[in-house]
């Protein structure tokens, strides 16, 4: 498929969920940090899936287990050229984004960390991206270093260059922090990273779904995302890895399918990635995602970010201009993610009220307990945008957002 024009009414048309009501009232979904929403394609794609070709992969010679194997195969391929990976042995397939950090960290317990040795996060990591770290160093007696981050919610890269010596033997950072927006300088990171040889993980969770990625132009080391995320299903995402690293490290589940051949006196495993494929893996989630990246590679991705945009200075302007209202992260490279406070209103208070009028936020910490200490508040309300959200969907959360200030005064 070429990429069209990026095409809004169509677009919109595409997912049949955004075509509903909650509470009588229009869907406004603006939480699609926490996930995205699913088009009719890839629906369609799971339920083709189970009517006509529903068997196990890898074991069968029937011709079921082909189609079933073949499609999963496939769809490695294709994430591989979505993530711009010139390898599809690279393409891990894991629960999520939170099951491929902890991957990741398994292994360097293994085999990598030792007493002393750092690993360097930063002030503004979901908690998928910190306690795999907290719980490696845990064991091996390495030390966690936090990269800080300013009142705007901007890395401070001259505290990161500083942190990095000898001893940091993983440098694993988000792309996009999902609490604040803050798009993350990462090429910098990687290029300053390798100076002194250190490898990089890159947490792809909020940047997959709304800008292309390239892992061989970054050359990061692990590159890590959830389906869920680029509006395919839950339970299915992705740990890309560089060829050398990933055959370092030891497989983290073992049992069926990842072996080359068991013994009772051992075992030996599969090459990459089988190796870290242990059991009957999500089949149709993977089918699922890889309808959704048929998807968004069918689309105009560079139109979809410039409409996010226009979107999230709207949305800033008009929520700026409410009375009480704080904005926390206002980081001038910034994703369409909105986190809010008004007045002394509980974030949970914001979200049932614009729930009343069918407006979908989240209210809370956002897996970013520390971020949010750093700020000083325990949660925030946050309104994150998708290429199918429009101009009214603004209009929809200021309106509610004003009516509420009104009615706690
Ligand atoms: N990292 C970031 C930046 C995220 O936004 C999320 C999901 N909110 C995760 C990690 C964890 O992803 P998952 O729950 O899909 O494993």
Redesign the pocket.
Known sequence: MSPQLFDFAQVRADFPILATEVRGKPLTYLDN??TGQKPQLVIDAIERYYATENSNIHRGVHYLSECATDAYEAARTKVASFIGASDADEVVFTR???ESINLVAHGFVETILKEGDEIVISHME?H??IVPWQIASQKTGAVLKVVPVDERGVLDMAAFEQMLSDKTKLVAI?HIS?ALGTINPIERIIRKAHALNVPVLI?G??STPHMPVDVSALDCDFFVF?G??IFGPTGI?VLWGKREWLERLPPYQSGGDMIEKVDFEGTTYKGIPGKFEAGTPHIEGVIGMAAAIDYLQSMDRVGALAHESALLTDATEKLSAIEGMRLIGTAPEKASVISFLINDIHPHDIGTFLDADGVAVRAGHH?TQPLLKRFGVPATARASFAFYNNFEDVDRLVTAVQKMQRFFG
């Open positions: 940090a926490a999520g984004t939170t979901h998928a991206n988000t999902n947490d969770a909020q959830s869920h995320k995402g897996c």
